[in-house]
Every structure is written in structure tokens, then in C-alpha cells.
């Protein structure tokens, strides 16, 4: 090899170690590959570190030995004469890298087997680099894992305190949480020692923490319901019957305006109006026998019950008030069509006409009737609307798609639903 071909692989070499070196310390000092280094995993992450930290120990063993040979050759090429020329090129393109052979178990061990093997210079950066991203591969499934996991875990944990300190201030018993609190300790161990079993196709699965996660607020939220109870239980009632009776006025209201639709609408049959009062007044009362026993969880879920009940009951009673309403704004809605078309028709000197005459009777009869039909009250009014279209020979807005068998739902049930 000329010194010219020796001064390049040698230059070479040199930016390799400088570079390999650098990689190193950086690979020493990842916060993930420390934690590894000093953690005992389980499971999936032990098997696949247990791999990769023998990658480690063979990568660092290499370079040790790859740099040793360097620093050899530079110190010989720093000679200047010419007799290390043939040593140099053999320590540049020759198998110079003496390295220990894997301890072989002694039942497959010959006698006279070799305990080092001889790579080159060459085939030493190879199976570092081979090394090193087996090495990288796990820490970066395991960084992965950790920085979707972790702050999901520290939530957990931070959520568990306030469970902890919330369930000493109402007096829940110590053993109260335990499923919950060994359900905690299982996902945070397998967070923190077996991270890669929560690693399902390239991606991290946190659906364990999101599930426990759900349970803790779901938890949290009735302790602090029933602190809430305890230490402003007065307060809360007072405000829940505040709550009940707006919802009887609304009912009250409501049944009030479901007698006058009874009686002047038969058809469609106005919806029933059920009082929910009773019950409500009778579930606030029962909640003092909870606190006479200082059970202020149980308290705290009946409230929170009682709470969604009396708003979901106020709502329906608000929308039967609606749908009652509805069908008297109908039977106005349909006088004033009636009218309307009749003061066309007056217009049109056609009011006195036989048949119009008699279409009106009729639709005037089922509007004014008590109890109207508003169905048919809704057919009558078409067919006195046709009957004026063809009497005047022009087209008028029409209300409705015309009655009969090609009716709309609209004409058919007085475009209000039951």
C-alpha cells in the first residue's frame, strides 16, 4: 500500500473513531438507554433489551479494540521511515482487529477451538454500526412507549392522590379503593417495566390507562360530590327543591294546558302529562336518612341522580307543553287560512256561490266544532281551497299537497304530531 493510499485510510479511520466516540458519549448520556441500563424490565422489554444489551457490551468491547488499533497506526506513521510501511497497510486492510469470542457453553466447546476472532478495520465499523442501530432500535420503541405512556401514568397517580385525600375527609373506608388502587399499581408497573407489551403495530396502545383514567374521575367526581355533601349539605337540598319546583310549575302548567286541548281537540289525541313531583319530593326526603348514617358518598351519587332526573323531567315537561301548544297554534293557524280564503272569495265575488258555500259550512263547522278534529278540519279546508281555485280559474298558494290518498302527513293528521 503507498504512503499516499496509507495517509488516506488512515485520515479515514481517524474521522471514523472521532465520530463513532461522539455517538457513543451521546448514546451514554440518552435519558432512555440510562433508565434502561439501570432498570430490571419484564416481559416482552426484558427479552428485547436483554438482546440489545449485548449489542452494547459487543459495541463497546469493538470500539475499545478498533480504537487501539488507530492509535497504533498513527503512532507509526508518525515514525517516518519506511519500515512500518508494510505493518501499517496490515493494520489498515489487514485483520487486525483481534477480538474474544462469545463464551461458548462448555458442552459444545472443543478442545483446541480459538478464544478471539480477527476482523478488519473495515468489517469492525460494519458490525458496530449493525450494533448500534440494534441498540437504538429498542431505546427508541422504549422512548416511544414511555412519552405517550408517562404522562398519562403521572395523571393517574396525581388523580389517585385526590381520591386518597377526598376519601379520608367523608370517611370512606381504607379498603374501599383497593381493586382500584391494585388496578393502578398493575398498569403502572407494566408502564414502567414492560413498556414495549403496549406497543401494538407501530403504535402505542393506552387504552388500559384511558379505561382507569375514565374510572378515577368517575370516582373523584362522586367523592367530591359527596364533600359537597357534607359540608354544604342544606344548600344542595335547598337548591334541588328549588329545581323540583320550577319543575312542577312547568308540570302544572302543562296539565292545565292539556285539559283545555282535551277539550277542543279530539284529534290528534293530546300526549299525557305524568307528574313526576310526587316521586322527586319523596327521593329528597329519603336522602336524610343517608346523612343521619354520615354516608356521604351515597349521598353525593343521590344527588348527582337526583340532579340529572329533575332536569331531564323539567325538559320532557317543557316539551309535551310544547307539542300541546302546537296542536292550538294548528287549529289557529287553520281558522285563519279559512278566513283568508274566504275574504278571497269575497273579493272575487264568488262567496255567495252554492258550492263554495257549502265547502266553507263544512270547513267552518269542523274548525269551530268542540272538540275539532284537526284532520279533518285540515281536509275540509283543501277542499274548500280547490273549490275556489276552480271557481276563480287562477292558482292560489296552496296550504297542503292536496287531501285524500295523496295527502301529505301535514293534512292528514292537522300537521301536528301526536
Not at 449489542?55 to 488499533?69: I, K, N, Q
Not at 395523571?155 to 370517611?171: F, G, I, P, R, Y
Request: charged residues 35%; contains cysteine; proline residues 3%.
Amino acid at each position: 500500500m503507498s504512503w499516499e493510499g496509507i495517509d488516506h485510510a488512515l485520515n479515514r479511520v481517524r474521522g471514523e473513531v472521532d465520530r463513532i466516540s461522539l455517538n457513543l458519549t451521546d448514546l451514554e448520556r440518552h435519558g432512555t438507554y440510562r433508565l434502561l441500563c439501570g432498570a430490571d424490565p419484564v416481559g416482552g422489554t426484558r427479552s428485547r433489551w436483554a438482546v440489545a444489551d449485548g449489542h452494547a457490551h459487543r459495541l463497546w468491547r469493538t470500539h475499545a479494540v478498533f480504537e487501539s488499533v488507530v492509535e497504533t497506526a498513527v503512532r507509526l506513521r508518525e515514525t517516518g521511515v519506511a519500515e512500518p510501511q508494510d505493518e501499517l497497510t496490515r493494520l489498515l486492510t489487514g485483520e487486525s482487529v483481534i477480538l474474544p469470542l462469545d463464551e461458548v457453553p462448555v458442552h459444545e466447546r472443543g478442545l483446541l477451538d480459538p478464544d478471539t476472532e480477527s476482523i478488519t478495520l473495515a468489517e469492525a465499523t460494519a458490525r458496530m454500526t449493525a450494533d448500534y442501530e440494534a441498540i437504538t432500535e429498542v431505546v427508541s420503541a422504549v422512548e416511544t412507549s414511555w412519552d405517550a405512556l408517562h404522562p398519562r401514568l403521572n395523571e393517574l397517580d396525581a388523580m389517585w392522590q385526590e381520591v386518597c385525600t377526598l376519601s379520608d375527609m367523608v370517611e370512606v373506608p381504607d379498603d374501599a379503593h383497593e381493586g382500584l388502587r391494585a388496578e393502578l399499581e398493575r398498569v403502572g408497573d407494566t408502564v414502567r417495566r414492560d413498556p414495549l407489551a403496549l406497543v401494538v403495530d407501530g403504535g402505542v396502545d393506552t387504552s388500559a390507562l384511558d379505561r382507569l383514567r375514565s374510572v378515577l374521575d368517575r370516582t373523584r367526581g362522586e367523592l367530591r360530590d359527596a364533600l359537597r355533601m357534607r359540608d354544604s349539605y342544606d344548600e344542595s337540598v335547598g337548591r334541588l327543591d328549588s329545581a323540583i319546583d320550577d319543575v312542577e310549575q312547568v308540570v302544572t302548567r302543562c296539565r292545565e294546558l292539556r285539559t283545555r286541548v282535551v277539550a277542543k281537540i279530539s284529534s290528534p289525541a293530546a300526549i299525557d302529562v305524568p307528574d313526576p313531583v310526587p316521586e322527586l319530593r319523596a327521593a329528597v326526603t329519603a336522602m336524610d336518612a343517608l346523612r343521619s348514617r354520615r354516608r356521604w358518598r351515597a349521598l353525593g351519587a343521590r344527588l348527582g341522580e337526583l340532579e340529572r332526573s329533575v332536569h331531564e323531567t323539567g325538559d320532557d315537561a317543557r316539551d309535551r307543553e310544547r307539542n300541546l301548544g302546537g296542536l292550538l297554534q294548528r287549529r289557529a293557524e287553520l281558522r285563519g287560512r279559512l278566513d283568508a280564503f274566504r275574504a278571497r272569495a269575497v273579493r272575487l265575488g264568488l262567496a255567495e256561490d252554492e258550492r263554495l258555500v257549502e265547502s266553507h259550512g263544512r270547513a267552518h263547522w269542523e274548525l269551530w266544532n268542540a272538540p275539532c278534529d284537526l284532520r279533518a278540519a285540515t281536509v275540509a279546508l283543501s277542499a274548500y281551497q280547490r273549490t275556489l281555485q276552480e271557481l276563480a280559474g287562477t292558482e292560489t298558494p296552496s296550504i297542503r299537497t292536496r287531501a285524500g290518498d295523496r295527502a301529505s302527513d301535514g293534512e292528514n293528521d292537522g300537521g301536528v304530531n301526536r
